[in-house]
């Protein structure tokens, strides 16, 4: 089942709404033992990391399955010109900034009349919404690693599909015990809660020892959003692209991230269109 892909700051893009999209992890999870998947959610500030991360610009790169979760990426999907699957020109050195003027032009246009705005994705997919959909609708088998509290449990109680789950701590040490019980819950399909990076990486590196998943995507916070430990932005602020405005509300200490997923993430954009070719 194939995709149209484009490609941002050097990451590929999938160009697909939602339905589209929970057919495609469908799709994967119904694929024979052997062949496996990672998928992944990149949003501005996971852009920002990637800048900073090789491993995990790497990743994101590599990925076979990619969803823009971010207002942010639709704008810059419509304010970009089409890319080849190289090294950005955000971590190429000697860059300048170019067209200041006309990111804050086209930001408002978008901000203003998304429907009308031009761009080449259509749809912001939200993890958290994505995976509950998914889990609703699947007859796969499946395993929650990560989430905060109980989560996880909850979802295990209300979901027959969830063959098991692990909420401790994740790290090196314990690692082989997670994958030990991921293999003997006979999961075909593995979300992981730990917060980007640490959720792709752990993926990217134990995905091929999990014997039977057929392909394995980080959620964020997805486990404790829908069971009520966290609560998402109002529906019209997660619209208009404001649930970065949210988060400052209710967590005030993590003002260095949402400035560098917003502020940091348009300058990063300009960059990226000074240093590209127009044709």
Same mark, same amino acid.
């Given at each position: 089942?194939?995709?149209?892909?484009?490609?941002?700051?050097?990451?590929p893009?999938?160009t697909?709404?939602?339905?589209?999209? %929970?057919?495609k992890?469908?799709?994967?999870?119904?694929?024979?033992? *052997?062949?496996?998947?990672l998928?992944?959610?990149?949003?501005?500030?996971?852009?920002?990391?990637s800048?900073e991360?090789?491993?995990?610009?790497?990743?994101l790169?590599?990925?076979?399955f990619?969803?823009a979760?971010?207002?942010? $990426?639709?704008?810059?999907? *419509?304010? &970009? /010109?089409?890319?080849?699957?190289?090294?950005?020109?955000?971590m190429?050195?000697k860059?300048?900034?170019?067209?200041?003027?006309?990111g $804050?032009?086209?930001?408002?246009?978008?901000?203003?009349?998304?429907?009308?705005? /031009?761009?080449q994705?259509?749809?912001?997919?939200?993890?958290?919404? %994505?995976?509950?959909?998914?889990?609703?609708?699947?007859?796969a088998?499946?395993?929650? &690693?990560?989430?905060?509290?109980?989560?996880?449990a $909850?979802?295990?109680?209300?979901?027959?599909?969830?063959?098991?789950?692990?909420?401790?701590?994740?790290d090196e040490?314990?690692?082989?015990?997670?994958?030990?019980?991921?293999?003997?819950?006979?999961?075909?399909? %593995?979300?992981v809660? %730990? *917060?980007? /990076?640490?959720?792709e990486?752990? $993926?990217?590196?134990? &995905?091929?020892?999990?014997t039977?998943?057929?392909?394995?995507?980080?959620v *964020?916070?997805?486990?404790?959003f829908?069971?009520g430990?966290?609560?998402?932005? /109002?529906?019209?602020?997660q619209?208009?692209?404001?649930?970065?405005?949210?988060?400052?509300?209710?967590?005030?200490?993590r003002?260095?991230?949402?400035?560098?997923?917003?502020?940091?993430f348009?300058?990063?954009?300009?960059?990226e269109?000074?240093?590209?070719?127009?044709?």
């Open positions: 089942m194939k995709t149209r892909r484009i490609v941002l700051f050097g990451i893009f999938d697909v709404n939602e339905s589209q999209a %929970l057919l992890l469908h799709y994967y999870s119904q694929l024979p033992k *052997g062949e496996q998947h998928c992944t959610t990149p949003n501005p500030e996971m852009i920002m990391e800048r991360n090789p491993k995990f610009f790497d990743i790169k590599n990925a076979d990619s969803l979760d971010g207002t942010g $990426i639709l704008w810059a999907s *419509g304010f &970009l /010109p089409l890319q080849k699957l190289e090294i950005p020109s955000f190429k050195k860059q300048k900034w170019k067209n200041f003027w006309e $804050i032009t086209s930001l408002w246009k978008f901000t203003h009349d998304r429907k009308n705005f /031009p761009r994705i259509k749809s912001r997919i939200a993890g958290v919404d %994505l995976f509950g959909n998914f889990l609703a609708t699947s007859q088998r499946i395993f929650l &690693l990560g989430g905060k509290k109980k989560a996880a $909850i979802l295990a109680e209300h979901f027959p599909n969830v063959v098991g789950f692990y909420n401790g701590t994740v040490k314990n690692t082989p015990a997670i994958i030990q019980q991921i293999n003997g819950s006979n999961a075909e399909v %593995l979300f809660a %730990l *917060g980007a /990076p640490k959720q990486f752990w $993926i990217a590196d134990n &995905l091929k020892n999990t039977n998943i057929r392909f394995a995507m980080g *964020g916070g997805a486990f404790d829908l069971t430990y966290q609560k998402r932005a /109002p529906k019209w602020m619209e208009k692209g404001f649930e970065w405005l949210y988060r400052f509300y209710k967590h005030p200490l003002i260095g991230r949402i400035l560098q997923a917003t502020i940091g348009f300058f990063l954009t300009i960059k269109k000074g240093g590209t070719d127009p044709s």
